[in-house]
């Protein structure tokens, strides 16, 4: 499975972007997927997951009521809606596919997109 995240760039605090990530198979519509980001000198963190129907989602707190998640299987594609940017939010995303059909911080995830910066100036 290849992911390929984009959607990325350069925006003001109070500004949005929507990423996107497309899977180049269609049998990851049956998986949950995630968002993450990492912050330089920072660890890795999950940012929201959507299960494989868009029935269950999950969102860390950070970014609760901000950001959204949604997903269109018939595109192969998950999208996070970022709205109400904040400069703590730069980071460089990754799109992950769960290894089940949910998508939770604590999933595991063997298939990693590339990653797209996200630089939210003050």
């Known amino acids: 499975v290849q992911l390929q995240a984009s959607g990325g760039g350069l925006v003001q605090a109070g500004g949005s972007l929507r990423l996107s990530c497309v899977a180049s198979?269609?049998?990851?519509?049956?998986?949950?997927m995630g968002w993450f980001r990492q912050a330089p000198g920072k660890e890795r963190e999950f940012v929201a997951g959507?299960?494989?129907?868009?029935?269950?989602?999950n969102t860390a707190d950070s970014v609760k009521g901000r950001f959204t998640i949604s997903r269109d299987n018939a595109k192969n594609t998950v999208f996070l809606q970022m709205n109400s940017l904040k400069p703590e939010d730069t980071a460089v995303y990754y799109c992950?596919?769960?290894?089940?059909?949910?998508?939770?911080?604590?999933?595991?995830?063997?298939?990693w997109g590339q990653g797209t910066q996200v630089t939210v100036s003050s």
């Open positions: 992950a596919q769960s290894r089940t059909a949910v998508a939770g911080s604590g999933s595991g995830y063997p298939y």
């Open positions: 198979r269609r049998t990851s519509s049956n998986n949950g």
């Open positions: 959507i299960a494989w129907n868009g029935g269950l989602i």
